[in-house]
């Protein structure tokens, strides 16, 4: 027996050694393009850096290349063929779990037929739109899921980014640059999407959660001001989204389940040769889940679900078909207390039921016209619903409906957008962009002048808008760019109009340095309801003044300087001024009223396009990109954000913090040098801005009136207390054979701190009281990779 035993012992220790010794690995393959064509390249030698013996393979006549057996762990690709720059792609993460799926394009070298040598390595602060020059740069998926308390979510991760502030702690929206957060442009594989964000309001771009699975996502664009041409209909920002394609080759899964909800998401070839794939993810709020057992955390009853999805048709010589999209539903109710001696604040007295959902669902047409250009369609139907009710018990129980609203937006888009590469030196992108746009406003408030709820909004109907544009980029040497073009904007509504032109001019002083200077004019469409908005001075007889407001609109100025101090570490210095004009304000004469201070919703005032602003700032950005498993990223922002209200006096905006700045960092640690199969990784984010800004409320008119009276002479005079929170991240990542597994957990404000929302008066306290944003958020999540 005791031989058996022994016998048994030395199998298990011997077979734990050779599982312990094998080397995982992974196949990596992808494609590789021209970058303004988007033609393959047949003959790029591809070689996988630091390999012994040197591993090489030189794409096919479709641009394909494929390594196998490649070990876990990351890697660096190098990229060269004749006339076009060396390419080096470093920190390719190649896992157990999935293969790794590459898309590389190459830039042409303007010199031809000599012996010249330019490198190009990926540059996070270089977008992947070749048209855009200042204040832009790409984000990675890498990125979301790495950076502290970013949830996989791009708008929380761009917090860490120079300029940008989010606007509180429960929501992912963001203020750019002094901006109001509704400046911000939403894209999609190029055409323009509604708001993808659970749990957000009528009126805004942002929300609690984001729909967008980063199972989907690759890398993307993010952009600050001076755009360039095609981007059209915003004035702070533009999110301009990649999706990537499903593995064409092998079925891969992934499962993750964690605080926020459970995912689910496949992707795989629909036949062995065809080409096209899929790429589908699910997910079911983990708060739900809980709610369907019977168990209530909090106050509230909260719940989403979502859908995203990505499937590639090629069709040979008629080009290449996509279908994507993405649908979000999210719920939020409240319960009144029924027991009037905890109707200490008056909100226990409300029963509140929340809906807010998104959705849009797009077909594209990649069609090749000649080698050097191509056209890409696509058709978009989108839309969204927002829903809030409330009722507020009397001291009897009795229900009174207090406010009701339903918002219902529907978008059908066509654009279609041709690209030209005429040579080395010159490429042009033109296209247009129709927008059918349909509406259904409803909007009651109780009123006790009338005793009764009362209609503030009802419209129901169509608009439409159109857009086109045209941008041209010259490389007059390797040392100097130029982009210039135009961009136009049309709203049927009203016959309003705007015709922008955008330039920017690039020169690389040297290897390491580079000067950018950006211009552009923009403007932007109000959210609709503000179009339909009634004065309701007398709610016996109402009119809609707004009807015929004109585009918000803003000149942008960009000057960038750009220092590497080495291959991986960067200094970039940008500043900008901001004319903002044509913005709606209140056409009362004493009014200091004006849409830059808006987040959300619509107001119902008579407004005129009087309004200006301005905002204008220095941006300093210190970054390591990853090397050694260590990356870090410090950005620092002064600025300082002014509008003009119809009273003829200059106020602070509502978004006027004066400064912020962000501290990211985040170190890899592998436990097996040898083997690479466990890897931890600590990541850490601390964000300190100057508060934003509210007008004090006045007491004694709140108290007389019974509802919150503010101080209108005093716009915007009371700054809240600074805001700092501290994140942390860490995770550990397993490779096994044919699975990848990571365990995570993020905290969100990990001190616990409790940074100052603003003020308002208690009705029933009779008291001015702080609110607080969110204090600590630990988010716990395992992800499967198979």
């Known amino acids: 027996m005791t031989c058996m035993r022994n016998i048994l012992l030395t199998f298990f220790c011997l077979t734990a050694i050779r599982l312990n010794a094998q080397q995982f690995t992974q196949t990596v393959r992808g494609t590789v393009t021209d970058k303004i064509s988007q033609t393959p390249l047949p003959g790029v030698r591809v070689v996988l850096a630091g390999s012994e013996p040197k591993k090489g393979v030189t794409t096919d006549a479709n641009g394909v290349f494929k390594f196998t057996e490649v070990p876990v762990g990351k890697h660096t690709f190098t990229f060269t063929t004749d006339g076009y720059k060396n390419f080096i792609l470093p920190n390719v993460v190649v896992n157990s779990g999935k293969e790794v799926v590459l898309n590389i394009s190459l830039e042409e070298n303007i010199v031809q037929g000599q012996e010249v040598v330019v490198v190009a390595k990926v540059n996070k602060n270089k977008p992947l739109n070749d048209m855009s020059v200042v204040s832009s740069r790409t984000f990675s998926v890498e990125e979301t899921q790495k950076y502290a308390a970013a949830f996989n979510d791009p708008a929380r991760m761009a917090a860490a980014f120079p300029g940008v502030v989010q606007t509180g702690d429960p929501s992912n929206t963001i203020s750019i640059r002094g901006n109001s957060p509704n400046g911000l442009l939403w894209r999609m594989e190029g055409v323009e999407i509604p708001n993808p964000n659970h749990f957000s309001n009528v009126g805004t771009a942002g929300g609690g959660i984001s729909i967008l699975s980063a199972q989907l996502l690759t890398n993307s664009d993010f952009s600050t001001g001076a755009f360039a041409a095609e981007y059209g209909n915003a004035l702070s920002g533009v999110f301009d989204l990649k999706l990537r394609k499903g593995n064409n080759e092998k079925h891969e899964y992934t499962v993750q389940t964690g605080f926020l909800g459970i995912d689910l998401s496949a992707e795989g070839p629909f036949k062995k040769g065809y080409g096209g794939s899929y790429l589908i993810n699910y997910r079911y709020s983990t708060l739900g889940v809980i709610s369907k057992l019977g168990i209530e955390i909090g106050d509230a009853s909260t719940l989403f679900q979502d859908l995203s999805f990505n499937i590639a048709l090629p069709v040979k010589k008629l080009g290449n078909f996509t279908l994507f999209g993405f649908g979000g ?320 006096n200059i106020y602070n905006t509502r978004f006027n913090a004066s400064y912020s700045g962000s501290l990211t960092a985040g170190k890899e640690f592998q436990l097996s040098e040898k083997r690479k199969k466990r890897v931890i990784g600590i990541n850490t984010k601390t964000i300190y801005t100057g508060g934003f800004r509210q007008t004090p409320v006045d007491v004694a008119a709140t108290e007389a009136n019974g509802y919150t009276v503010t101080q209108p002479d005093k716009a915007y005079t009371e700054k809240m207390p600074a805001y700092f929170r501290p994140d942390i991240g860490i995770s550990l990542k397993r490779n096994y054979k044919k699975v990848t597994a990571t365990l995570s957990l993020d905290i969100q404000n990990v001190t616990n701190r409790q940074n100052v929302g603003g003020r308002y008066y208690d009705m029933e306290s009779k008291q001015l009281k702080y609110y607080y944003t969110t204090g600590i958020i630990p988010i716990l999540s395992y992800r499967l990779q198979f």
């Open 329 to 648: 539903l999210s719920s939020q109710t409240t319960d009144a207390i029924k027991d009037t001696t905890q109707w200490d604040n008056e909100f226990y007295r409300y029963n509140t039921d929340f809906r807010a959902n998104t959705g849009a669902a797009g077909i594209t047409h990649t069609l090749p016209i000649s080698k050097k250009s191509f056209l890409k369609t696509a058709v978009v139907y989108s839309g969204t619903k927002n829903a809030y009710y409330e009722n507020r018990l009397n001291d009897d129980f009795s229900q009174e409906d207090r406010y009701s609203e339903s918002f219902i937006n529907k978008k059908i888009t066509l654009q279609s957008v041709y690209n030209l590469k005429i040579d080395s030196r010159h490429s042009l992108r033109n296209g247009f962009i129709l927008n059918n746009l349909g509406y259904s406003f409803i909007q009651k408030a109780y009123y006790d002048s009338t005793g009764k709820m009362e209609d503030i909004l009802n419209a129901e109907g169509n608009a439409y808008s159109g857009q086109a544009f045209a941008q041209w980029k010259f490389r007059v040497t390797e040392k100097i760019t130029f982009n210039t073009g135009l961009h136009s904007l049309y709203f049927f509504l009203n016959d309003s109009w705007s015709v922008e032109p955008r330039a920017s001019f690039k020169y690389d002083i040297s290897p390491l340095q580079s000067v950018s200077i950006g211009y552009g004019l923009h403007s932007q469409i109000q959210p609709l309801g503000v179009y339909f908005a009634r004065d309701i001075t007398d709610p016996a007889h109402y009119s809609t003044p707004n009807k015929n407001l004109g585009l918000s609109k803003a000149h942008h100025y960009v000057v960038a300087y750009d220092l590497a101090l080495s291959e991986y570490w960067r200094i970039k210095i940008e500043t900008y001024y901001q004319w903002l004009f044509n913005i709606p304000q209140g056409s009362d004469s004493v009014s200091n009223y004006s849409v830059l201070n808006k987040e959300d919703g619509f107001d119902y005032i008579p407004m005129n396009n009087g309004g200006t602003g301005q905002n204008y700032g220095v941006e300093l950005t210190i970054e390591q990109f990853m090397h050694n498993n260590f990356y870090l990223l410090a950005a620092v922002s002064f600025f300082d954000s002014k509008y003009k209200g119809n009273d003829g």
